[in-house]
């Protein structure tokens, strides 16, 4: 009897690890979205408004919620530097290409005119976004083999343990 509750144990563990894993991608997911928000934000900021980079952080970085952005809106200093150290710190979860679509922005913004500005930020903009959509999509097709492969793993485990 322990056997049979030990052995549905490790099952459902391997189960809740394919699970977790799922979970991290949806993260991945949503920190994407939120980052094409901000980015939409500031477009839309430097269109119609003259912020300065330290502005603009703090007013686009001030209502997220998807990731810890303490880090942009306490810029100060060089601005580039300080854009890549918070992307760096605030975006270990972020999907690696994201991520590295994103430090883009430290390279013009606030550095042009806004026009150019406005340019790169939709190049980030549509790059982040096909990155989000090519996550969905691989989500899609491997959210059954991540479920599959877990409870598999488990009865595998338990086969060579009995």
Not at 51 to 66: A, K, M
Not at 84 to 107: G, N, R, Y
Request: glycine share 4%.
């Amino acid at each position: 009897m322990i056997r049979l509750f030990l052995y549905s144990a490790i099952v459902v563990s391997c189960f809740l690890i394919s699970i977790e894993e799922i979970r991290r991608e949806r993260r991945k997911i949503q920190i994407a979205k939120e980052l094409e928000s901000i980015i939409f934000q500031m477009q839309a900021l430097l269109k119609y408004g003259s912020y300065d980079v330290y502005q603009l952080c703090e007013r686009c970085f001030s209502d997220v919620d998807t990731f810890n952005a303490r880090s942009f809106t306490a810029i100060s200093d060089c601005f580039s530097e300080s854009f890549v150290k918070a992307c760096e710190k605030s975006l270990v979860d972020a999907d690696k290409s994201t991520e590295s679509a994103f430090m883009k922005i430290a390279d013009f913004l606030g550095m042009y005119e806004s026009e150019t500005q406005i340019s790169g930020l939709e190049s980030v903009l549509d790059e982040i976004k096909k990155g989000r959509i090519e996550m969905e999509n691989e989500l899609v097709a491997k959210r059954k083999l991540y479920l599959c492969l877990g409870a598999f793993s488990g009865i595998v485990i338990c086969l060579i343990l009995m």
